[in-house]
């Protein structure tokens, strides 16, 4: 993918109140759990100090906390609405990001003002931009953290709510199939590259497709057992044959009967189907067909 073509995608990780919150209070246990244990930017010596008391530190780690949460509050809540920065792709939003960093800057200013500084520093020297430039980068590096971990909670979070979402649509679209065909049987039958009859199954038998080179390897039940037929033909073939049925593709490789499928689950990040006759299969589903078959378990007029 094109870095122009990513950061013309719209931005969608920070657009609810929830989210933003979980944003915020990341960001706020992320900093200070990260200055505690790592003490970068100088601060191991400063924790070593004695001329800094434990009253010194906790007050200096509360003013990160307060500037923090208020800095990432007035940029989430009030800047961005006000800014028109609500509704926005990932390249304005990474503008913002560089605002929000200057914003923290400044917060980190103002509390400076209310709690002690570590060292005792005269506030003179704070206020030099070759310090506050130092703040900045600080504040930037830091946020990045947690800033790239809510992206990735909201995004486990929206696939898992994608899932489920098409979970209930495949099961409705299965007893709608199943009530528009009570009184009738619908065959499956397959043909090689040749014309030449290969396999002739009721619908509700077959499972899935896989092809596999100039070959696609059918699993359909017979008599309670699962059976295999290979077929010298090619998955677009089945695929266009049967646009009428039930048949969807879920993968490159694979072609499923969603009237057999029984859940949907995600293994480390990766959506795969389960069927109702084959437990241990896990049928891959690529993010581009999960879309088409939610779209095609929506349309019920293709019953």
Same mark, same amino acid.
Request: proline share 3%.
């Given at each position: 993918?094109?870095?122009?073509?990513?950061?013309?995608?719209?931005?969608?990780?920070?657009?609810?109140?929830?989210?933003?919150?979980?944003?915020?209070?990341?960001?706020?246990?992320?900093?200070?759990?990260?200055?505690?244990?790592?003490?970068?930017?100088?601060?191991?010596?400063?924790?070593?100090?004695?001329?800094?008391?434990?009253?010194?530190?906790?007050?200096?780690?509360?003013?990160?906390?307060?500037?923090?949460?208020?800095?990432?509050?007035?940029?989430?809540?009030?800047?961005?609405?006000?800014?028109?920065?609500?509704?926005?792709?990932?390249?304005?939003?990474?503008?913002?990001?560089?605002? #929000?960093?200057?914003?923290?800057?400044?917060?980190?200013?103002?509390?400076?003002?209310?709690?002690?500084?570590?060292? +005792?520093?005269?506030?003179?020297? #704070?206020?030099?931009?070759?310090?506050?430039?130092?703040?900045?980068?600080?504040?930037?590096?830091? /946020?990045?953290?947690?800033?790239?971990?809510?992206?990735?909670?909201?995004?486990?979070?929206?696939? +898992?709510?994608?899932?489920?979402? /098409?979970?209930?649509?495949?099961?409705?679209?299965?007893? /709608?199939?199943?009530?528009? +065909?009570?009184?009738?049987?619908?065959?499956?039958?397959?043909?090689?590259?040749?014309? +030449?009859?290969?396999?002739?199954?009721?619908?509700?038998?077959?499972?899935?497709? #896989?092809?596999?080179?100039?070959?696609?390897?059918?699993?359909?039940?017979?008599?309670?057992?699962?059976?295999?037929?290979?077929?010298?033909?090619?998955?677009?073939? %089945? %695929?266009?044959?049967?646009?009428?049925?039930?048949?969807?593709?879920?993968?490159?490789?694979?072609?499923?009967?969603?009237?057999?499928?029984?859940?949907?689950?995600?293994?480390?990040?990766?959506?795969?189907?389960?069927?109702?006759?084959?437990?241990?299969?896990?049928?891959?589903?690529?993010?581009?067909?999960?879309?088409?078959?939610?779209?095609?378990?929506?349309?019920?007029?293709?019953?």
């Amino acid at each position: 993918m094109r870095i122009s073509t990513f950061i013309d995608y719209p931005f969608v990780y920070l657009d609810t109140s929830r989210h933003k919150w979980f944003y915020i209070l990341f960001s706020i246990i992320f900093s200070l759990l990260f200055l505690v244990l790592f003490r970068p930017f100088g601060l191991d010596y400063e924790f070593s100090n004695p001329e800094n008391s434990l009253l010194t530190i906790i007050g200096f780690l509360l003013q990160i906390a307060f500037a923090t949460g208020t800095g990432l509050t007035i940029s989430q809540f009030i800047c961005r609405p006000f800014f028109r920065f609500q509704k926005v792709t990932i390249g304005r939003y990474i503008i913002w990001y560089f605002v #929000e960093a200057g914003l923290l800057t400044l917060m980190n200013l103002g509390f400076a003002f209310l709690f002690p500084d570590l060292g +005792n520093d005269p506030i003179e020297e #704070e206020l030099t931009i070759t310090f506050q430039f130092g703040v900045y980068f600080q504040a930037f590096v830091i /946020l990045l953290f947690p800033f790239l971990g809510t992206i990735i909670y909201v995004l486990i979070k929206n696939l +898992n709510s994608e899932i489920q979402d /098409l979970e209930i649509k495949i099961h409705g679209f299965q007893n /709608l199939y199943y009530d528009s +065909n009570s009184n009738k049987e619908t065959f499956l039958e397959i043909f090689d590259e040749n014309e +030449n009859l290969e396999l002739r199954i009721q619908l509700k038998d077959f499972l899935f497709a #896989e092809s596999s080179n100039q070959y696609v390897l059918i699993h359909y039940k017979m008599n309670e057992q699962i059976k295999k037929h290979i077929v010298r033909t090619r998955l677009k073939t %089945i %695929i266009d044959g049967y646009k009428t049925l039930p048949i969807e593709q879920c993968h490159r490789s694979f072609v499923v009967n969603l009237i057999n499928v029984k859940s949907l689950f995600k293994i480390e990040g990766k959506t795969f189907l389960a069927m109702d006759d084959l437990k241990e299969i896990k049928l891959p589903v690529s993010k581009s067909h999960i879309e088409i078959i939610k779209n095609r378990v929506s349309a019920t007029d293709i019953l």
